[in-house]
């Protein structure tokens, strides 16, 4: 059973444009919700992360949106750039020592 | 953020041999590491949870006699594949979490592994 779904499984946008991903998750006990990047053959790299007592996070072109009630968050990606292209990991994970569960990723492609 | 290296980045080896590779945080203390494997073009698939001075807890299918983890300091962790064979081609990725009450989990580089 899959506790993180992810969506879309491959995304094109165009440069300048907004990138969206989607994730639902079904444990309401999850309460840290990280999004990943990961270039390939490199390890993931932490982009964002947020917890379930704000709606939304933002960190420079990058913005996470928190729906508890509907136990979804999303990931948009500002002014998309080439460089950002790369496969998108969502998490989540509940306090204390458990692993992260991922989402299947979500291979982004920006085109000029 | 925290840095985590990992060693070798690419290692072929043959079949029937053992090969092991580290994983160290370099700028911080990790109470628990994580090791997951990643097929191309799919998620990460945890193997284990670490957690220093104590035995590994593996998933269930991961067989924890061929996937020997070791969790010697609070900077190292190092996993071994004893008895390699192809189908254990695939890349290693471990992570680390910054500390006993944090959630921030960081990820090393990854290891290639290639069994002929």
């Known amino acids: 059973q899959q506790q993180v779904k992810q969506s879309p499984q491959s995304l094109i946008v165009q440069k300048g444009g907004i990138s969206i991903i989607n994730c639902a998750y079904e444990n309401t006990a999850f309460d840290y919700f990280p999004w990943y990047q990961q270039f390939p053959g490199k390890g993931p790299a932490l982009l964002i992360a947020?917890?379930?007592?704000?709606s939304e996070k933002k960190e420079g072109r990058f913005t996470i949106s928190f729906n508890k009630s509907a136990k979804q968050f999303s990931l948009h990606i500002m002014d998309s750039q080439p460089g950002d292209s790369a496969t998108y990991f969502c998490a989540a994970s509940i306090a204390g020592n458990t692993p992260l569960v991922f989402g299947k990723g979500t291979r982004l492609s920006v085109i000029a | 953020g925290a840095v985590v290296s990992q060693h070798p980045s690419r290692v072929i080896c043959k079949s029937g041999t053992s090969v092991k590779i580290e994983c160290r945080s370099l700028?911080?203390?990790?109470?628990?590491m994580f090791w997951y494997r990643q097929f191309p073009k799919q998620s990460l698939m945890l193997m284990a949870t670490s957690n220093e001075g104590s035995k590994a807890t593996y998933e269930q299918g991961v067989e924890k006699d061929k996937f020997l983890i070791n969790h010697a300091s609070l900077t190292l962790s190092t996993l071994t594949v004893t008895s390699a064979h192809p189908e254990d081609s695939s890349f290693y990725i471990c992570?680390?979490?910054?500390?006993?009450?944090?959630?921030?989990?960081?990820f090393g580089p990854g290891t290639r592994l290639t069994v002929t």
């Open positions: 947020i917890r379930p007592d704000v």
């Open positions: 992570s680390a979490r910054t500390g006993q009450a944090s959630y921030e989990q960081y």
């Open positions: 700028d911080f203390q990790a109470t628990t």
